[in-house]
């Protein structure tokens, strides 16, 4: 089995299957911008040639959109100790293995508990497994977790237990921290006690399957939260607006490995023309990581466009001019600004939703809400 290799994560997915699966391996990019680069890979090479033998410990294993899963549980408590997180979990526990009883029946349940809680922080990765069961994806998860929450309100202790509980893990393509691995230029190791760390024992704390004999665990569609997070500004938005979040999301995942959209504000209505905006601080022109500013898409409809922008006064258009005539060697001012020029090119959207906008502004304009 070759080992395929990408700075993009969409490639990869598309080829991966019941042999290969894809990890996402972080690495320090230019002026410390942590970035990611994917791995499809069979998990006996990638522990055995990439872990093993080359060291690599920022590991990530991508949670396929639309994919079987085991149930797992990010849980983060800033301010708090290990001990006091796990007595959080401990408190949960037996809801979990109540709700999941019902599902699995005689299954065995296993619970792996992996802890990179810091003296600041306690934060630990919990995955539970069934013997015979596996849920239908993600998403499947985080309504389960969901309902569990529910139930957790009902005395006041499971209910501050369950407020550490992570219910943003659950998103398309998600990327969970691997056991052995840290952030990078970090030394947060996500650490297993009492394990020895081999081929086996690795495999077994994978969230994804790792064989394909088993039964999958739905929930209802009326324990789903609303598919709608967004908030549009802006009373009103095409269509296929969804689609076109969905598309730069992926982008974001591509460029960034993680990343969602929070926000569309329409600011030119005439022309169609929308700002996205996401949780990414990391940013491309400038090359380094924000405080508080964050990237953002600008969307023209009209002409099936977007381009990546940012919020940092000193990120915009004029602002850049000014700085680039700061450097004084002309060939590095000449490199930067082709540099920047790429980042913020204008990009056109892909076939699927060109048609989306084209079929949409070919009805008659009577028709159209706007
Ligand atoms: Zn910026």
Not at 219 to 230: A, M, N, P, V, W
Not at 264 to 273: A, F, K, Q, S
Not at 310 to 331: D, F, M, P, T, V
Request: hydrophobic letters at 35%.
């Amino acid at each position: 089995m070759p080992i395929d290799r990408c700075n993009k994560l969409l490639p990869l997915l598309e080829k991966a299957d019941a042999e290969r699966s894809v990890f996402a391996v972080q690495y320090m990019g230019h002026r410390e911008i942590p970035l990611y680069k994917f791995v499809l890979a069979s998990d006996w090479e990638f522990f055995h040639n990439d872990i093993l033998r080359n060291g690599v410990n920022t590991v990530c294993e991508v949670i396929r959109e639309n994919r079987p899963c085991h149930l797992y549980l990010d849980m983060d408590a800033h301010g708090k100790t290990r001990e006091e997180v796990l007595q959080s979990w401990e408190c949960l526990r037996p809801l979990f293995e109540k709700a999941l009883r019902q599902k699995v029946k005689d299954d065995k349940i296993d619970i792996i508990i992996l802890d990179s809680s810091s003296d600041s922080k306690g934060s630990l990765h919990i995955i539970l497994k069934c013997s015979s069961h596996i849920f239908t994806n993600n998403v499947h998860c985080g309504a389960f977790v969901n309902l569990i929450g529910e139930v957790a309100s009902g005395s006041l202790e499971s209910k501050s237990a369950f407020e550490y509980v992570d219910l943003a893990v659950y998103s398309k393509n998600r990327m969970m921290r691997m056991w052995g691995s840290t952030k990078v230029g970090q030394d947060r190791f996500l650490k297993w006690e009492g394990v020895d760390f081999n081929f086996n024992t690795w495999k077994s704390t994978r969230i994804c399957p790792t064989h394909s004999t088993l039964t999958k665990i739905e929930l209802q569609d009326k324990y789903f939260q609303s598919e709608q997070k967004l908030s549009f500004v802006a009373s009103w938005a095409p269509p296929f607006m969804n689609a076109i979040v969905d598309y730069l999301t992926r982008v974001l995942h591509d460029q960034f490995g993680t990343g969602s959209i929070h926000e569309i504000i329409c600011v030119v209505p005439e022309t169609l023309t929308y700002t996205v905006n996401t949780d990414i601080k990391t940013c491309l022109i400038a090359d380094k990581t924000h405080k508080t500013n964050h990237m953002y898409f600008v969307v023209h409809i009209m002409r099936g466009t977007y381009r990546y922008s940012c919020r940092s006064s000193g990120c915009q258009w004029k602002n850049r001019q000014a700085r680039l005539k700061e450097i004084e060697n002309k060939n590095n001012r000449r490199q930067e600004a082709v540099r920047i020029d790429k980042v913020t090119q204008v990009t056109r959207f892909p076939k699927e939703i060109q048609k989306n906008i084209d079929e949409w502004l070919n009805v008659p304009l009577s028709a159209k809400p706007v």
